[in-house]
């Protein structure tokens, strides 16, 4: 595999950087993955090793996420989608796939709808579209945490709060995911200096996935069990985007990136690469979402913490 190559990049004074593994002879446009709030540029070798053989792999620090600039308070989204578009417009490509997870799902279809032109395909899991009071009321109490300095309690009363811990419900490799989860997130709170407000924002964040889309490819998956957001509440979003396709993993929750790791990246990029979406043992069945009605844009679909 071609060794990586790291560019550095600035966005309303905020310094951020990119990671890239060159494909000389790409099948696809370049891939741009895009994650949660505390997963840096390394995060993904899953997606090194499943699209490195044929696309350009693309991961990023940023602002706000690693070891990039820290976002002032009070930044709304437009600044994360001009730092993309920055990284678009360095690569010297006029489109890209994007996938987005979690927290950085906002950012993917935020910029899809910016700038549809720009992007190639676009592939969404575990969308967080709707917030309960009641869990932004635990995420709350588990940021208290910051103020007396425990951030070993932080991180696993995050971690816990964005898992399936119901003992009815089979979840693949659980405890592993658990552990991996609670154990990244209190690196990152005791080792990055600004870990904490990253993590205030993306828990307090609330995206706004309404409006629908047209004109990009679009696939939206999740977790049979994911907690944060339910699939149905997933495929309903995944109905707002013209053209779409929404399919569950079956035996995971919201981290099912960890939990089902080669499943998603098989499934990202067969898709990035128009191969088939063959059914493996884990995914549930796939479906055409019906076109939304005109007029609409999605607009029935409540904002998250709705």
């Known amino acids: 595999m071609p060794d990586e190559i790291i560019r550095n990049l600035s966005v309303h004074g905020l310094r951020y950087s990119y990671r890239t593994l060159p494909q000389p002879s790409p099948r696809t ?12 540029m390394y995060g993904w070798p899953q997606m090194d090793e499943h699209l490195g053989p044929r696309a350009q792999v693309v991961t990023a620090d940023l602002p706000g996420m690693g070891g990039a600039d820290p976002l002032p308070p009070g930044t709304g989204d437009d600044i994360l989608h001009a730092a993309v578009t920055g990284i678009i417009d360095d690569l010297g490509v006029p489109r890209v796939n994007l996938f987005g997870f979690s927290y950085g799902t ?13 992007i190639a395909r676009l592939a969404l899991g575990g969308v967080p579209v709707h917030i309960s009071d009641a869990q932004r009321t ?3 109490r588990a940021v208290d945490r910051l103020a007396t300095g425990d951030m070993a309690g932080l991180a696993t009363l995050t971690a816990d709060a964005l898992m399936c811990l119901d003992p009815d419900r089979t979840v693949h490799r ?6 991996y989860v609670r154990r990244s997130f209190l690196h990152a709170l005791t080792h990055s200096p600004h870990a904490a407000q990253s993590l205030r924002r993306a828990l307090g964040h609330r995206p706004d996935f309404s409006g629908g889309l047209s004109g990009v490819p679009a696939l939206v998956f999740a977790g049979e069990h994911d907690t944060v957001s339910s699939p149905e509440r997933q495929r309903a979003f995944a109905a707002t985007i013209e053209g779409s396709r929404f399919l569950t993993i079956g035996d995971s929750d919201h981290w099912v990136v960890l939990e089902r790791p080669d499943d998603v990246a098989d499934l990202v990029a067969r898709f990035f690469t128009d191969r088939p979406l063959e059914r493996a043992p884990a995914l549930g069945p796939l479906a055409v979402l019906p076109r939304p009605r005109a007029g609409t844009g999605g607009a029935a679909l409540p904002r998250a913490g709705g």
């Open 29 to 40: 446009e370049p891939v741009i993955v895009l994650g949660g709030a505390l997963q840096g």
């Open 106 to 118: 906002s950012i993917a279809f935020g910029c899809a709808r910016e700038n549809p032109g720009r």
């Open 138 to 140: 635990q995420w709350g």
């Open 174 to 179: 659980r405890e592993l995911a658990r552990r």
